[in-house]
């Protein structure tokens, strides 16, 4: 129960630096090419945009969750909008981007459990919400992009037992990010494009507010608490090479990226009927994870209609986390041992993704992701803290090899009416085993405009 409640802090706190409008363009050709809305916020692409005044798009979709170039990407499972603009003031260029749910809700499932006597239901609902504000400076040839954002998520999950209400719990994660980038060419036909990215979560990962224990039927309900409070901060530093060269586009990105999480107080407490208390205080959780990531992306054009990108990419991750065990237990209450778990991923992936100018108006994409191995070794380590629970110290460690696999498939087209309005439809397929999964596939439309 304690690595899940462990869990649900930190998937609230991965929130991705690339969480920002997304086209159909940028979905389905596994973000190998992209358009002027994928940038508006972007602290490197912001200066590559073409308009004269004002640049406004959104896209609406179902998109579910997933990795983009080995890393986290928005993480919604129902109806997702992004919106996004970027416009001119004087020399300054300022973009601002949304990306997150309609409504109250990305993602709401209900379940009923019918027998012969009783009728249960229970609901989930997760908010996740994204904005970002960029600020553009020319500086002569140093375009240098400064970026704030904040993300706000949670859940919050309810069940019932006959009409009665027998569970309220709630999650709470806002994380304020700020990021610097620049992107400068020389006259050799080198170009590089630095960046910095700092974030700080503040998760209240769990907490119920009222429970019924034993019968579903009592009329005193007590008070339930779990406050697991954590604090997160991350960066990540990047640096992009664009390299000189004639008959193709060829660039090459690295990036390290760094993140801490801890609970300075991790406690459970219930009070009971009686009015007795129960009190559980762990030895508080923490995280260190470190994330290399390194690939190189080729482009090449092929009779003014086709242009072909393909990508070799492999990212290691190093993720130690510590789920504390009992430090001091009262009431009736059951004392559990501190886990120690050190996780290491060698994700290495291959891409491939392609455009086609059927016409000035119409053109074709599609691009796929594949995974020809994944390595990964974990270590488990349980132990006592000051309450003995009975249970030896144990260690143990595992190697596995995932077998080769298609991680991403996607479809999308563009259609250009007139110069100063554009439509994109993509599908995107997350491991799609067989066809039949097109059927399932993530759809998204969007639409941008400029003059």
Sequence with gaps: MKKILFTIIFICSMV???????????????????????????????????????????????????????????????????????????????GVAYTGSLGSASYFTTTTDETANTRSKTSKKINDHTAYVLVGLPLGDLNLGLRAGVNVSGTREDAEEESKQTKDERTMSIRPSIMAGTSLAFSNGWAITPTVNFGFTIADA???????????????????????????PSGELGIGVTFPTEKFAWSGQLTYGFEYGFMPEKLYQKVNPDQTADEHIYRTDERI??????????????????????????QTSIDKWISGGTQRVAGNQEPSQTMEQTDIVVLPRLYLAGTYQL????????????????????????????????KPKTTSSSHAFNAPSLSNLGFGMTFTPIQEFSVQLGVTLQAPKSWIDVLNGNIRLSATWKK
């Design 16 to 94: 991705s630096v690339i969480a920002q409008p997304a086209t159909p363009l940028k979905d389905s050709t596994v973000g190998l090419f992209s358009s002027d809305l994928d940038n508006v916020v972007s602290v490197t692409g912001w200066s590559g945009i073409d308009f004269s005044n004002v640049l406004v798009g959104a896209s609406y979709g179902y998109v579910s969750e997933g990795l983009f170039n080995g890393l986290p990407g928005t993480s919604f499972n129902a109806n997702v909008v992004n919106t996004g603009g970027i416009f001119e003031t004087g020399p300054v260029r300022v």
């Design 206 to 232: 769990w907490r119920t507010y009222a429970t019924v224990a034993g019968s579903f039927y009592s009329t005193d309900l007590p008070e339930e608490i779990r406050s697991h409070k954590a604090y997160i």
């Design 289 to 314: 994870k470190n994330t290399i990531t390194l690939h190189t992306t080729g482009r090449k054009v092929f009779m003014d209609k086709l242009t072909l990108a393909a990508r070799a990419y492999i």
């Design 359 to 390: 016409n000035e108006k119409l053109s074709m994409n599609a691009g796929l992701s594949f995974d020809p191995a994944t390595y990964l070794y974990s270590q488990t380590e349980n132990y006592d803290e000051d309450v003995a629970t009975g």
